[in-house]
């Protein structure tokens, strides 16, 4: 590496939050993109969103066949909505990391990866994808899951409905949002 590309890549690093927004932003926008185009599944959002109104729609589609090739769509089509969703969420978070990992390298005391720490957030979603994709598996195998992901069954939707309102009227959501700003 030559003197001048050695001063160059020195200030790109010294700019670690400039290129931390930068990656973020880059992997928000594929992961949308890939999102809207129908991640995988060969129809785009808006194809999806027009065959939702037709009614009747879960009756006239087939149901997949439960494959590991189709699984694992499944499951990458959730961790991909994970992050396009929740990543931006998680940047102030990622980005007072890179803050602090600065002020740790110049005390020359020992800091983790930003990537490091970002893969906890990923670990994380993708636990929950596949949770998310099992769920999905087992609705389905009961026929409580239509193929364009609808409830079948009026209390199975109703559950979910007042499963989501408590969720919002407890305290719980405060304990664990809370919990979570502290640390």
Same mark, same amino acid.
């Given at each position: 590496?030559?003197?001048?590309? @050695?001063?160059?890549?020195? @200030? ?40 939702? &109104? ?18 694992? *769509? ?9 992050? @396009?969703?929740? *990543? ?76 989501? &309102? ?18």
């Amino acid at each position: 590496m030559t003197a001048v590309e @050695a001063t160059v890549l020195e @200030a790109v690093l010294r700019r670690d939050r400039f290129v931390v927004v930068a990656a973020l932003v880059g992997v928000i926008v594929v992961a949308w993109i890939w999102i809207v185009l129908g991640a995988g599944t060969g129809m785009s959002v808006v194809a999806m969103t027009q065959m939702s &109104g037709m009614p009747d729609m879960d009756m006239m589609m087939e149901r997949a066949v439960w494959t590991p090739g189709y699984a694992g *769509l499944i499951f990458a089509m959730w961790w991909v909505m994970m992050v @396009a969703m929740m *990543l931006p969420g998680a940047a102030p978070m990622l980005l007072l990391f890179v803050r602090v990992n600065r002020t740790q390298k110049v005390r020359d005391r020992p800091y983790v990866s930003t990537g490091i720490f970002a893969s906890g957030y990923l670990a994380a979603w993708g636990g929950f994808s596949a949770l998310a994709a099992g769920l999905q598996w087992g609705l389905e195998q009961l026929d409580l899951l239509g193929p364009m992901m609808t409830a079948t069954n009026y209390w199975l939707g109703g559950a979910i409905l007042l499963a989501a &309102g408590l969720w919002q009227l407890t305290p719980l959501k405060g304990v664990s949002c809370d919990t979570a700003a502290r640390r």
